[in-house]
């Protein structure tokens, strides 16, 4: 049985423009709602919107909707997938106009990824779908039987993508047919809402569990290298949902939702060091430093022994997969998007496009796409910023 972890609450801040679809007919004013702007302090111009894409109609008294598949961007077409809540999947043009769409049967728990202009679509229907990300025709799809809920890795010819149920799929990228898999029991407690993406380097493979292991596997036939338990005993709230990220060094960092973040051995999985904060369920490498998100709370962390540099509380029991872009750290938080200075987890800007953002950003150069999670698509234009 799987518990969702936050509460939703419909928010809609003064920074919002209301109009078509709950907020997004008409270009929002963006800056921090939460300080004051005079002539003299104008609001920060980050970011310019470049055209917004309604995407999802609401449907009749629908209570805090929200967004959690991150869209993605197709360099060749200029296409950007997105797969929204009614589960639908469009192709939205340069334009932002919808070029194609395909109807599934189920929401989705996770975006696409776009490979040699292929996008593979992890259907909430238990089903990853291959289309041509220019026109959306099919390719082929695998029938996993189980709900999907990560973005797909493509890596070595193969397509990596993981259940709700704690099954790990590979297919061949070229045809979809099953290379192999490897599951692991869920425990019998309450586990947290989400799935740990894997880490594919040097023919290993990286991924998190809910019983509170994260393993290593051949990426040739998915037999296991190593496997570590993270979250000792119990059986609630174990799960190591954070997708596992790595430096030069062959360091590798992951975070357990019960007992904290954890620098690991890639070869071994031996312990190098640990910080005991619970609640964590996303983590970001960046250089020498690592942000993590849960819980109401953004930190950031010395890789080289997990001292804290700084905490930036959100104000309530939401926080999402955090993106490195342009020199800062955003943040989807339910209610806005915040950019934080990494240095010092200052918030610069706090932008609310209607309903918040649940799904993280899609970053593509000095381009941002954004789903909200009212529905609506945006294509946004980092302003001068560097990074």
Same mark, same amino acid.
């Given at each position: 049985? $799987?518990?969702?972890?936050?509460?939703?609450? +419909?928010?809609?801040?003064?920074?919002?423009?209301?109009?078509?679809?709950?907020?997004?007919?008409?270009?929002?004013?963006?800056?921090?709602?939460?300080?004051?702007?005079?002539?003299?302090? @104008?609001?920060?111009?980050?970011?310019?919107?470049?055209?917004?894409? @309604?995407?999802?109609?609401?449907?009749?008294?629908? %209570?805090?909707?929200?967004?959690?598949?991150?869209?993605?961007?197709?360099?060749?077409?200029?296409?950007?997938?997105?797969?929204?809540?009614?589960?639908?999947? $469009?192709?939205?043009? @340069?334009?932002?106009?919808?070029?194609?769409?395909?109807?599934?049967?189920? $929401?989705?728990?996770?975006? #696409?990824?776009?490979?040699?202009?292929?996008?593979?679509?992890?259907?909430?229907?238990?089903?990853?779908? !291959?289309? /041509?990300?220019?026109?959306?025709?099919?390719?082929?799809?695998?029938?996993?039987?189980?709900?999907?809920?990560?973005?797909?890795?493509? &890596?070595?010819?193969?397509?990596?993508?993981?259940?709700?149920?704690?099954?790990?799929?590979?297919?061949?990228?070229?045809?979809?047919?099953? !290379?192999?898999?490897?599951?692991?029991?869920?425990?019998?407690?309450?586990?947290?809402?989400? #799935?740990?993406?894997?880490?594919? $380097?040097?023919?290993?493979? %990286?991924?998190?569990?809910?019983?509170? %292991?994260?393993?290593?596997?051949?990426?040739? /036939?998915?037999?296991?290298?190593?496997?570590?338990?993270?979250?000792?005993?119990?059986?609630?709230?174990?799960?190591?949902?954070?997708?596992?990220?790595?430096?030069? +060094?062959?360091?590798?960092?992951?975070?357990?939702?019960?007992?904290?973040?954890?620098?690991?051995?890639?070869?071994?999985?031996?312990?190098?060091?640990?910080? &005991?904060?619970?609640?964590?369920?996303?983590?970001?490498?960046?250089?020498?430093?690592?942000?993590?998100?849960?819980?109401?709370?953004?930190?950031?962390?010395? &890789?080289?022994?997990?001292?804290?540099?700084?905490? +930036?509380?959100?104000?309530?029991?939401?926080?999402?997969?955090?993106?490195?872009?342009?020199?800062?750290?955003?943040?989807?938080?339910?209610?806005?998007?915040?950019?934080? /200075?990494?240095?010092?987890?200052?918030?610069?800007?706090?932008?609310?496009?209607?309903?918040?953002?649940? #799904?993280?950003?899609?970053?593509?150069?000095?381009?941002?796409?954004?789903?909200?999670?009212?529905?609506?698509?945006?294509?946004?234009?980092?302003?001068?910023?560097?990074?």
């Amino acid at each position: 049985m $799987r518990k969702q972890l936050v509460s939703w609450r +419909h928010w809609l801040g003064s920074a919002v423009a209301v109009g078509l679809l709950s907020g997004c007919s008409s270009l929002p004013r963006y800056g921090n709602p939460e300080l004051p702007r005079t002539e003299l302090a @104008p609001p920060l111009d980050y970011f310019s919107v470049n055209w917004w894409a @309604p995407l999802v109609a609401p449907t009749l008294l629908e %209570y805090a909707p929200r967004e959690v598949a991150t869209p993605a961007f197709d360099a060749r077409s200029k296409m950007v997938i997105a797969a929204t809540r009614d589960g639908v999947i $469009r192709g939205v043009g @340069p334009d932002g106009q919808i070029k194609w769409s395909k109807n599934t049967n189920t $929401r989705f728990a996770a975006g #696409a990824t776009v490979h040699d202009g292929v996008a593979f679509v992890p259907g909430g229907d238990g089903i990853l779908y !291959a289309l /041509d990300a220019a026109t959306g025709e099919q390719k082929w799809q695998y029938a996993a039987g189980e709900s999907l809920a990560t973005v797909p890795v493509v &890596a070595e010819g193969l397509v990596l993508v993981a259940s709700e149920s704690d099954t790990l799929f590979a297919v061949k990228a070229a045809d979809g047919v099953w !290379a192999w898999q490897y599951r692991r029991d869920p425990p019998s407690g309450f586990t947290v809402r989400g #799935a740990s993406a894997p880490l594919v $380097r040097e023919g290993n493979v %990286y991924v998190g569990f809910s019983d509170g %292991y994260i393993v290593s596997l051949s990426m040739k /036939d998915g037999a296991a290298n190593w496997e570590k338990s993270l979250s000792g005993s119990g059986n609630e709230f174990l799960d190591v949902d954070t997708t596992p990220a790595m430096d030069e +060094h062959g360091q590798l960092y992951v975070a357990s939702y019960k007992n904290g973040i954890y620098a690991l051995s890639a070869d071994t999985g031996d312990v190098v060091w640990t910080n &005991a904060v619970s609640g964590m369920t996303s983590l970001l490498a960046r250089g020498q430093m690592l942000f993590v998100v849960g819980d109401g709370r953004v930190d950031a962390y010395l &890789a080289e022994d997990g001292r804290l540099l700084w905490s +930036h509380r959100l104000g309530e029991r939401a926080g999402f997969t955090p993106v490195f872009a342009k020199g800062m750290l955003l943040v989807p938080n339910q209610r806005s998007l915040l950019f934080l /200075d990494p240095k010092t987890g200052q918030s610069r800007v706090s932008w609310n496009p209607g309903a918040g953002v649940s #799904a993280a950003p899609f970053v593509a150069g000095s381009q941002l796409f954004v789903l909200s999670n009212n529905g609506c698509l945006y294509s946004l234009d980092f302003n001068g910023l560097k990074g």
